[in-house]
C-alpha cells in the first residue's frame, strides 16, 4: 500500500487510472465488520458513478463504493514468469486458435468470427484480439448477426491474467451483460523435458484420428465437422495406447506442431488404467515427435477447477500463463446494440 512520509496510508490512484494494474486496500466486505480490511491486486477496469471495478488475474470483477477505498497505487505489471518459454498472451491466443481451427472464418476488423457447427467453444466464438474496426457495441451487433445467420448463440473470447490481456474487453462486455460461462487456462512449459520422460508403453502415433481412437474419446458422436476440426491444424498427430484386444485404447493424446510450438489436447485414460503415468507417456511421445519436427516449447489448455489436471500438469514441468474466459450473449438483446 501507499503510506505518506506521515506513515498514513493514501489513495493515490483515480478514474484518469482505468486500464492500469493497481494494487488497494478497502474496508470490508459486505456483512464483514467495517474494521476489516480487504487488498486487492488487478486491473482496475471501472470507475464511475463512485463505484470501482477491479479484474483479478482469473477474470473475477470485485466492485466495491469508493467510500470504503482506504489505500490504492498504480502497480508494474504482472512479473515474468521465472520458467518456461517465454510467450506473449497474444501469440499464445492465435497459436491456440490456428490448433483447433473452425470450419469456417470470418475478419471483423481484427477480430476472428469462427464457426464450426457448435463442435466447442473454441470453434464457434470471437477471438477478440485486436481492433474491431468499429465502435464496441456496433462489433458486438455484427457478431451477433453473424452468429444467428448460423444458428448459433454468439460468443467472445477474451484473455486475463497476463500483461497486455484484455481485462478492460472482459468489464466491458459484463457490463452490457454477457455472461461469463467457461474460464480455463493456458500452462507452457518446455517440450524438451517432457520428451525425456522414460517411456514403457507402446504408444502408437497417426496422422488420422482413426475409430479406436475415437471411441476413447470423450466427445459422443463426434460428427465430420468434428472431424475437421480434430484434423485442422498445421501438423497434427495422434497417439494411442492399444487396450486389450477388442476394446479402445488405454490412452490417447492429440498434438498440434505450429513452428516453435507443441499444442497438447484431448490427453484422456480409461477409468481402469488411470495412475498408471499413462498420461504421460501419450505426451512425452508426442512431445518427441514434435521435437523432431523442430518445436521448442509446450501449451496446453486446462478449464479452472480441474485439479487432478492441474496437479498433473505441473509435475511434469508446465506453469499457468494466464485465463481466458467465454463470454455468452445476453438472453434479451438491448436496445443499445442495435439489433
Known amino acids: 500500500m501507499e503510506i505518506s512520509a506521515r506513515g498514513r496510508l493514501e489513495v493515490r490512484i483515480t478514474p484518469a487510472d482505468v486500464g492500469k494494474r493497481v494494487s ?5 466486505e459486505p456483512g464483514a465488520a467495517r474494521e476489516k480490511f ?17 479484474t483479478q488475474r482469473d477474470g473475477t470483477g470485485v466492485r466495491f463504493p469508493e467510500t470504503s477505498l482506504v489505500a490504492g497505487k498504480v502497480v508494474p505489471a504482472a ?50 484480439l485486436g481492433d474491431p474496426g468499429r465502435p464496441l457495441d456496433a462489433a458486438l451487433a455484427a457478431v451477433r448477426r453473424w452468429y444467428g445467420e448460423r444458428g448459433l448463440p454468439a460468443y467472445v473470447q477474451a484473455s486475463t491474467g497476463a500483461e497486455g490481456t484484455q481485462e478492460l474487453l472482459c468489464a466491458e462486455l459484463e457490463r452490457r451483460g454477457w455472461v461469463r460461462e467457461v474460464t480455463a487456462e493456458v500452462w507452457t512449459g518446455a517440450l524438451a523435458p517432457l520428451a525425456d520422460r522414460a517411456g514403457g508403453a507402446d504408444v502408437v502415433l497417426a496422422r488420422e ?11 459422443k458422436g463426434v460428427s465430420e465437422v468434428a472431424l475437421r476440426v480434430l484434423a485442422g491444424g498445421p501438423s497434427v498427430w495422434f497417439a494411442s495406447v492399444p487396450g486389450a484386444a477388442g476394446t479402445a485404447p488405454a490412452a490417447i493424446g492429440r498434438c498440434v506442431v505450429d513452428g516453435r510450438w507443441a499444442g497438447f489436447a484431448a490427453v484422456e485414460v480409461a477409468p481402469e488404467r488411470r495412475r498408471q503415468g499413462l498420461a504421460t507417456e501419450v505426451m512425452a511421445a508426442l512431445a518427441r515427435r514434435a521435437l523432431a519436427e ?13 485439479e487432478p489436471a492441474r496437479a498433473m500438469y505441473a509435475g511434469l514441468g508446465f506453469a499457468r500463463h494466464h485465463a481466458y474466459h467465454y463470454f455468452r450473449e445476453p438472453e434479451e438483446r438491448s436496445a443499445h446494440d442495435g439489433s
Open 24 to 28: 488497494v486496500r478497502r474496508l470490508g
Open 38 to 54: 480487504t487488498d486487492t491486486v488487478g486491473v482496475l477496469t471501472f470507475w464511475d458513478h463512485g463505484v470501482l471495478m477491479i
Open 79 to 128: 512479473p515474468a514468469r521465472r520458467r518456461g518459454p517465454a510467450a506473449g498472451y497474444e501469440e499464445l491466443s492465435r497459436v491456440a486458435s490456428r490448433g483447433w481451427r473452425p470450419v469456417e472464418s470470418e475478419l471483423l476488423g481484427e477480430w476472428e468470427l469462427r464457426a464450426a457447427g457448435g463442435y466447442t467453444r473454441r470453434a464457434n466464438s470471437v477471438l477478440a
Open 209 to 219: 484420428a482413426d475409430e479406436a481412437w475415437l471411441t476413447r474419446y470423450q466427445r
Open 294 to 306: 523442430g518445436a521448442s516449447a509446450a501449451w496446453l489448455q486446462v478449464k479452472a477447477g480441474n
